[in-house]
C-alpha cells in the first residue's frame, strides 16, 4: 500500500490550462489547473506548486492576497502564501467525499487582487485500494427444484466494493464442482450481479463457495458460502404483466405516495401460484430506505425524501416469487424519473477583493464577482441576477455561466456618499418563483478632489493701533470636503519681494488653526490699512489649496497729544511772547494759540482753556479756536506784563493735553509802532528774496521758449533747402515736376507733368495716351491763372507726401512737448519758493485772524460696499 502511494506520489501530474480570458470590460483573468493526489495520505501532503503553474513570483501571492474562495462546506486544503504550495490539510477518505463518482474532483475557487485574477483549481482525489468486496450475508441458503433442467438461472446477491475502477469487483469465481457454473450480469454504476446457471440435474444437496474479486495488486477479495437443498419442483415462475415499467414522479413527494403498481401472475395452482412481491436482492440500501413495496399488491410507495438534485432517476429491480416449496423467482426492472420541483432558491456567493473604493475609481472597475448558483434544473435552475435602482453600479455578466462582475456604471463621490449598500438579488425562472438577496457593503475612499474652501472671501478685519505685539490679531477658517490627511489644512501667508512696506514680515500664522498673530504694533498715524493674501493647503496628494484676500483696516487710537504749533521759541519750548499797545479796545485779538493733534476723530478735536492767568477781567480765550482777545480795555493801574497758560486738550476717552504759555507785554502805542516796522521790514526782505527767485524762473521758462522757437524756425528752413534741391539739381531744369496733375478748363484738360514734361502741357481729347501737346505760349490769362493753382495745390500734395515732412512735424510735437513741460515745472519752482517763504509752521496759519487752530485732514476707506470718510 505505501509502495503504492509513493509510486502515485510520483507520478502525479499537473495539467496546467491557463485560459486568457482578458476583457477590459470587467479586468478579471480566467485560469484553470488540475492536479492530482492519493485518499488517505497524511495531511501536510504536496499537493501542487500554484505559484510556478501560473509563472508567479513566490512573494505575489502574499502581496496580492491569495486566497481560497469557499463555499458552504470547508476546503480540505490550504496555500501557504510564502511559497505558493498547495498542502493538504487533513485525510481524505474519497469513498466519503465522492461515494461511488468517478473521477472524484474537488473544485476550488481562488482569486489574486491588484489586478483581480480568479483562477480554477481541480484536484482529482485518487482511489486506492483500500476496501475489499464485502457480500451481504456470509451465507446463502437456495433451494432448488430436482426438476430444475440445466440452464436454470438463479440471481444471487452481489458483493459491495466502495472502491471504483479497477479496484472494485471485477469478477466472481465459484468453486469447482459440475452442476453449477457462474455468469455476471453488469447493471451499471459499477453494479456487477452474480448468477448461478445450473449445469447438471440436481440429486443431492451442494454446498459452494462464491468469491468475489477486485483487480488490485495484489487483488483483494471477499467469500459466500452458499448451501442448495434440492426440493420438488414448482414448474411455473411468475410473469409480470409489462415488458418494461417506467414512471415519473415529482421530488418532494409525500411519504406514502403511490409510484406506481407491479403486476404479476403465475399459472400453477394453490401455493405455488399465489405470488409475493418484493425487492430483488441487489438493490442498494439507499434505495430500500426511499421506496416500499407491498409484498401482496406490488404496489411502490415513498418511504423517504426524494430529491432531484440528489438523484434523477432510480432503476430498481422488483422480483416476483411464488408461494411454491421450491418458489421460482421472476425479475423485472423498474425505472422511475424524477421531475425536478422548483424547490431550491438560487444561492449567491460574494467574493469583495477590496475593503473600500477609491471615489476615482473609473466607470467599468470591478469591485466584487457574483457567483450564482440554484441546484435546480431547466427553468427552475436558471437565474437572473439584479442590482437597486438609482446607484451608480452595476452587474455585468462574466465569461463563465452564473457568474457576474459587481462593477461601477458612473462616476463616485465620496463627498455626496460614502457608503453604499448594494442589495443584490437573484431569481430563479421556475413556478413558484424563488428568490435569494445578498447585501454587499462597499465603502467608497477618498481621493483628494477638493480643495479648501475659505467661509468668507474676502475677509475683512478692524484692530485697533498699538495692539500688543505677538498676540492673536484675528483669525481665518477654511474647510475641506474630503477627510483624513486630505482635510487636514496647513495655513500660510503668502509673501512677495514686491508687498507693499514688507508689511507681510510683520504677520505670522499658526498654521493649524489659522491664527494670525502680529509681530509689531501698528501705528495709525504711519498705516491705515493693508492687504495680504492667506493660503490654504490641504495634506493630500497631490495637494490642492485655495487663497484668500484679508483686508485689515487700522482703528485709532487716543495715543497721541497735542502738538503746540504756535507760540513755539526758538528753543522749541511752547512760550511766546507779544506786544500790545496799552491803549487797545476791547475785543482786540491779542494773538492765536495753534495746535496740532495726529489722531482722527474726537481724539483730534482739540479744545483750548486757560489754565493760568494773572487777571481774569483782561483776557479771554475762544475754546474752540483758541484766539485771546482782550476783554476790557486797558488801565494804568493794569500791570504791564501777564502771563497766560492755555492748556490743550483733546477729547478722547482718556484724553491728552498739552500746554503754551504766552507773555502778553503791554507797550505805548510808539513802541508798538516800531515794533509793527520791523517786522514789516522783515516780511518786505522775504517777498525781496521770492521776487527774485520768481524773476529767476520766468526768465528761464522765456529763454527756454525763445530757444524752441529758434529750433522750429530752423528745421523749417532746412526743409525748404531740401524742396529746392530736389528739383534743382541740374542747370537747365525748366521747371517740371515728377508727378503729374489733371485739371479741365473749358474743353481742355491740363497736367502737370515730370521732369520731362512742362507745366501746362495738355492732353487733346482722341490723341495718343503717350503723346503730350504744348499749348500755346499765348495762352489767356485765365488759363495761366488756372495753371497756377494747380500747381500750388501741386506743391502742396508733394508737401503731404514727403516723408520729410513728416520729421518736421515729429520734431515740432517733439518742441512744444518740451516747451509745455518746462512751463510746467517753472509753475511747480514758483509755488515751492512761495512755499519755502514760511519758516516756520505758524507763518502757514497766521495770515487769517479768524483761523481756529485746528489742522484737518481726511482718512477714506471701504466698509463692504460703503466708502466711509473720517474727517480730521
Not at 237 to 250: I, Q, R, W
Request: aromatic residues 8%; contains cysteine; proline residues 4%.
Amino acid at each position: 500500500m505505501e509502495q503504492r502511494i509513493r509510486n502515485a506520489r510520483r507520478a502525479r501530474h499537473c495539467w496546467f490550462a491557463l485560459l486568457f480570458a482578458l476583457t477590459e470590460l470587467w479586468s478579471v483573468v480566467f485560469a484553470q489547473l488540475k492536479y492530482s493526489i492519493s485518499e488517505e495520505v497524511q495531511g501536510g501532503t504536496f499537493v501542487g506548486n500554484i505559484a510556478k503553474d501560473l509563472g508567479l513570483e513566490k512573494n505575489a501571492l502574499k502581496n496580492r492576497g491569495y486566497r481560497i474562495v469557499g463555499g458552504s462546506t470547508e476546503t480540505p486544503f490550504e496555500v501557504n502564501e510564502n511559497d505558493g504550495i498547495l498542502y493538504l490539510k487533513s485525510k481524505i477518505d474519497r469513498e466519503e467525499v465522492c461515494e461511488r463518482i468517478s473521477p472524484c474532483l474537488i473544485n476550488l475557487k481562488t482569486v489574486l487582487e491588484n489586478p483581480l485574477e480568479i483562477h480554477y483549481v481541480s484536484v482529482e482525489i485518487l482511489d486506492v485500494n483500500d476496501h475489499s468486496p464485502v457480500f451481504p450475508e456470509k451465507e446463502k441458503k437456495l433451494e432448488i427444484s430436482e426438476s430444475a433442467l440445466p440452464g436454470a438461472r438463479f440471481q444471487l446477491q452481489a458483493a459491495r466494493d466502495p472502491d471504483v475502477g479497477q479496484f472494485s469487483i471485477q469478477q466472481y469465481k465459484l468453486s469447482h464442482n459440475e452442476h453449477f457454473r457462474i455468469e455476471v450480469k453488469d447493471r451499471g454504476e459499477d453494479r456487477k450481479v452474480p448468477f448461478l446457471v445450473l449445469q447438471k440435474q440436481l440429486d443431492r444437496e451442494i454446498a459452494l463457495t462464491l468469491t468475489a474479486l477486485d483487480e488490485g495488486k495484489p487483488p483483494k477479495f471477499g467469500n459466500m458460502n452458499i448451501l442448495i437443498h434440492v426440493i420438488d419442483f414448482n414448474d411455473n415462475a411468475p410473469v409480470f404483466s409489462e415488458k418494461e415499467y417506467t414512471v415519473a414522479l415529482n421530488e418532494n413527494a409525500p411519504l406514502g405516495t403511490t409510484v406506481m403498481k407491479v403486476n404479476a401472475t403465475d399459472l400453477d395452482q394453490g401455493s405455488n401460484g399465489e405470488v409475493i412481491y418484493s425487492f430483488s436482492n441487489s438493490v442498494s440500501q439507499k434505495i430500500l430506505n426511499q421506496f416500499n413495496i407491498d409484498s401482496l399488491t406490488g404496489a411502490i410507495t415513498v418511504k423517504g425524501l426524494i430529491d432531484y438534485e440528489d438523484k434523477d432517476e432510480y432503476e430498481i429491480e422488483i422480483q416476483a416469487s411464488d408461494k411454491g416449496f421450491a418458489p421460482l423467482t421472476t425479475e423485472k426492472s423498474v425505472i422511475i424519473k424524477i421531475i425536478d420541483m422548483n424547490d431550491n432558491a438560487p444561492e449567491i456567493e460574494v467574493t469583495s477583493f477590496s475593503s473600500s473604493l477609491p471615489e476615482d475609481s473609473q466607470p467599468g472597475t470591478t469591485v466584487a464577482l457574483i457567483s450564482v448558483n440554484d441546484l435546480d434544473s431547466g427553468h427552475n435552475g436558471k437565474i437572473i441576477c439584479s442590482l437597486q435602482e438609482d446607484i451608480p453600479f452595476n452587474l455585468s455578466p462574466a465569461l463563465k455561466d452564473k457568474m457576474f462582475s459587481l462593477v461601477t456604471r458612473s462616476s463616485l463621490d465620496r463627498e455626496e456618499k460614502s457608503h453604499y449598500n448594494l442589495i443584490i438579488t437573484a431569481k430563479d425562472a421556475g413556478q413558484p418563483l424563488l428568490s435569494s438577496v445578498k447585501t454587499v457593503s462597499v465603502v467608497v475612499s477618498d481621493v483628494n478632489d477638493n480643495k479648501p474652501e475659505f467661509l468668507l472671501s474676502p475677509y475683512t478685519f478692524y484692530i485697533t493701533e498699538n495692539n500688543n505685539a505677538g498676540s492673536m490679531m484675528f483669525s481665518v477658517k477654511a474647510e475641506d470636503r474630503d477627510e483624513n490627511e486630505n482635510a487636514r489644512i496647513s495655513y500660510h501667508v503668502v509673501r512677495h519681494a514686491l508687498d507693499d512696506s514688507k508689511l507681510t514680515s510683520f504677520l505670522n500664522i499658526n498654521s493649524e488653526n489659522g491664527d494670525i498673530i502680529g509681530l509689531k504694533s501698528f501705528d495709525f498715524e504711519t498705516l491705515k490699512t493693508f492687504q495680504f493674501q492667506v493660503v490654504a493647503t490641504d495634506s493630500g496628494t497631490p495637494s490642492l489649496s485655495s487663497n484668500v484676500t484679508v483686508n485689515v483696516f487700522i482703528l485709532d487710537q487716543n495715543d497721541n497729544a497735542p502738538v503746540i504749533l504756535y507760540p513755539l521759541s526758538s528753543n522749541g519750548s511752547a512760550e511766546g511772547v507779544e506786544e500790545i499797545p496799552r491803549n487797545v479796545n476791547a475785543g482786540h485779538l491779542v494773538t492765536k494759540v495753534r495746535a496740532y493733534d495726529a489722531d482722527i476723530g474726537y481724539n483730534g478735536w482739540l479744545l483750548f482753556s486757560l489754565q493760568e492767568v494773572t487777571d481774569h477781567s483782561l483776557f479771554g480765550l475762544d475754546r474752540y479756536t483758541g484766539q485771546i482777545r482782550t476783554l476790557r480795555s486797558f488801565t494804568e493801574t493794569d500791570e504791564a506784563e501777564h502771563k497766560l497758560v492755555i492748556l490743550v486738550k483733546d477729547n478722547g476717552n482718556v484724553s491728552l493735553s498739552a500746554t503754551a504759555t504766552v507773555i502778553v507785554k503791554l507797550v505805548e502805542p510808539k513802541e508798538a509802532f516800531a515794533a509793527s516796522d520791523v517786522k514789516s521790514a522783515a516780511k518786505d526782505d522775504d517777498d525781496d528774496h521770492v521776487t527774485f527767485y520768481l524773476m529767476i524762473t520766468l526768465g528761464a521758462v522765456s529763454i527756454l521758449f525763445i530757444i524752441s522757437i529758434i529750433v522750429l524756425i530752423a528745421m523749417q528752413c532746412s526743409k525748404s533747402t531740401d524742396y529746392t534741391s530736389k528739383y534743382l539739381q541740374e542747370t537747365n531744369y525748366d521747371g517740371t515736376l515728377c508727378h503729374s496733375i489733371q485739371y479741365r478748363s473749358g474743353d481742355k484738360r491740363y497736367m502737370l507733368v515730370g521732369p520731362r514734361m512742362s507745366i501746362g502741357s495738355t492732353i487733346v481729347p482722341g490723341s495718343h495716351a503717350n503723346t503730350l501737346v504744348l499749348p500755346d505760349r499765348r495762352r489767356t490769362l485765365d488759363e495761366v491763372s488756372h495753371a497756377l493753382e494747380y500747381f500750388v495745390l501741386f506743391r502742396f500734395s508733394l508737401a503731404a507726401k514727403d516723408d520729410d515732412d513728416d520729421h518736421v512735424t515729429f520734431y515740432l510735437m517733439i518742441t512744444l512737448g518740451a516747451v509745455s513741460i518746462l512751463f510746467i515745472i517753472s509753475i511747480i519752482v514758483l509755488i515751492a519758493m512761495q512755499c519755502s517763504k514760511s519758516t516756520d509752521y505758524t507763518s502757514k496759519y497766521l495770515q487769517e485772524p479768524n483761523y481756529d487752530g485746528t489742522l484737518c485732514h481726511s482718512i477714506q476707506y471701504r466698509s463692504g460696499e460703503h466708502p466711509v470718510q473720517i474727517w480730521r
